[in-house]
Structures are given as structure tokens and as C-alpha cells.
């Protein structure tokens, strides 16, 4: 069975920082997908980013562009989401999940399961 342990989230004030961990077990993720998601108060959970585990091609949502990063350790099935400028519209649960496809890793609605995420609360 897989599972992720999101970690890493916490209050912070608008323009600072903060990066997330996820701990993936449970099968190898060789051609897959590893993307973060967020689901911000009374609101449906939306994509953030993706990476492809194999060869490291990335994609990010607009309102994160160029200040989100995405990246993985391979060896330590970790993916992590490095989050700079942060404004008070990116307070969320923030979630990480995985799909064979982009199709797939682009709409958070199709994913059966997540983990518990991470709070992440930007102050203004």
C-alpha cells in the first residue's frame, strides 16, 4: 500500500519561506508522476506541481510559478516542495500524491486517497 508523510509546514509571514517534505513508501515510482496539491479553506483541493520521477521534467500551476520548486531525491523516495514569496492566498493543507500520467496528476478530483498533508498558514 502507498503511502506519504507530508511534513515541513507551519505559520509564516507573507515573503518568507518554507519547504515541504514527502516521504513516499509503499512501491517504486520509476515512470511516474510525484506531484504536491493544496486544498486552501472551503475550497476544493487544486494542483500545485508535478515532476516526473525518471528524468526531472517539471510543470507548476500559474499562481506558483517562480516561486515554488519542486524536486526529488530519488534514493530517499522523497519529493519536496521549496515555497519562497509566500502570500497569505498560498495558506493551505498542502498533499502529495502520484499518477501514471499528466492527464491524471493535473486533477487532484481523480485521486481515491491522501495523506493527512501539512498546514501551511501565511500570515499577512
Known amino acids: 500500500q502507498v503511502q506519504f508523510v507530508e511534513s515541513g509546514g507551519g505559520l509564516v509571514q507573507a515573503g518568507g519561506s518554507l519547504r515541504l517534505s514527502c516521504a513516499a513508501s509503499?512501491?517504486?515510482?520509476?515512470?511516474?508522476?510525484m506531484g504536491w496539491f493544496r486544498q486552501p479553506p472551503g475550497k476544493e483541493r487544486e494542483f500545485v506541481a508535478f515532476?516526473?520521477?525518471?528524468?526531472?521534467?517539471?510543470n507548476y500551476a500559474d499562481s506558483v510559478k517562480g516561486r515554488f520548486t519542486i524536486s526529488r531525491d530519488k534514493a530517499k523516495d522523497t519529493v519536496y516542495l521549496q515555497m519562497n514569496s509566500l502570500k497569505p492566498e498560498d495558506t493551505a493543507v498542502y498533499y502529495c500524491?502520484?499518477?501514471?500520467?499528466?492527464?491524471?496528476?493535473?486533477?487532484?478530483?481523480?485521486?481515491?486517497?491522501w495523506g493527512q498533508g501539512t498546514q501551511v498558514t501565511v500570515s499577512s
Open positions: 500524491n502520484y499518477a501514471g500520467s499528466i492527464a491524471t496528476i493535473l486533477r487532484p478530483a481523480r485521486f481515491a486517497s
Open positions: 509503499g512501491r517504486t515510482f520509476n515512470n511516474y508522476f
Open positions: 515532476i516526473s520521477w525518471n528524468g526531472g521534467a517539471t
